[in-house]
Structure formats: structure tokens, C-alpha cells
């Protein structure tokens, strides 16, 4: 079940967007600084493409893997930005459905201590 929601938030428009613009920024500075010499001089034959494109991808990575477990929290008063199931990790003992766009609620049992995890 996290695997699905991990992959619905990952194909959020939003979430893609902003990992491919910090992996487009953050990779061009570490590639100016790892191999800026090779790129400026374009002396392309002494250039490592692995580490180039890897440069880019793990910025990518990163900065995806941070926004889904910021949205995966699940925080009451903001909506789901898919549809999972939760589980209240507070007392244990509640679990909802909730839908994509659905308001996230306060547990019955918890009141404002609530804490949600997907399950």
C-alpha cells in the first residue's frame, strides 16, 4: 500500500516539477564544479558522462524522496493529495480512508494530537 501512495505522490505534477528544477540547478553547479574545466575548455572527450547525467539524477532522487515523506505525514487541517488508507499512530486504535482532495481530519480518539500515517 506505501508503494502505491509513494508512487501516486511522485506523479503529482507539483511534486515532479520542483525535483526536476532542483536537480536542473544543484546538477549544473556540481557539474561546473566537478568537471567545469572539461566543459569550459570542451574538451569533450575527457568529460565522464556517468558522472555528468548521475549528478543530475541523484539531486532528482533527493529532492523527491523529501517532498513525499514531507507529504506522506498526512498533517490535520491539509488535504490528501491521494487516495490511502491511514492510520492514526497516536493512540493505535483508528484507521479512515480518506479521499484525494479530502480535508485531513482530527482523530475521534485523539482530538489535536493526532498523527496519521499511511498503512
Given at each position: 500500500m506505501k508503494f502505491k501512495v509513494i508512487s501516486?505522490?511522485?506523479c503529482v505534477q507539483d511534486v515532479y516539477n520542483k525535483s526536476f528544477k532542483v536537480a536542473l540547478i544543484v546538477g549544473s553547479f556540481l557539474n561546473i564544479i566537478n568537471q567545469?574545466?572539461?566543459?569550459?575548455?570542451?574538451?569533450f572527450d575527457s568529460i565522464?558522462?556517468?558522472?555528468?547525467?548521475?549528478?543530475y539524477i541523484i539531486p532528482f532522487i533527493v529532492s523527491s524522496y523529501t517532498a513525499i515523506s514531507i507529504q506522506m505525514k498526512?498533517?490535520?487541517g491539509t488535504?490528501?493529495?491521494v487516495c490511502t488508507?491511514?492510520?492514526?499512530?497516536?493512540c493505535n486504535n483508528t484507521n479512515i480512508l480518506l479521499?484525494?482532495?479530502?480535508?485531513i481530519p482530527l482523530c475521534k480518539n485523539c482530538g489535536i494530537n493526532t498523527n496519521?500515517?499511511?498503512i
Open positions: 501516486n505522490l511522485l567545469g574545466n572539461f566543459i569550459v575548455s570542451q574538451d565522464n558522462y556517468f558522472k555528468l547525467i548521475l549528478t498526512f498533517n490535520i488535504k490528501s493529495l488508507d491511514v492510520k492514526c499512530t497516536t479521499q484525494q482532495n479530502q480535508q496519521w500515517k499511511a
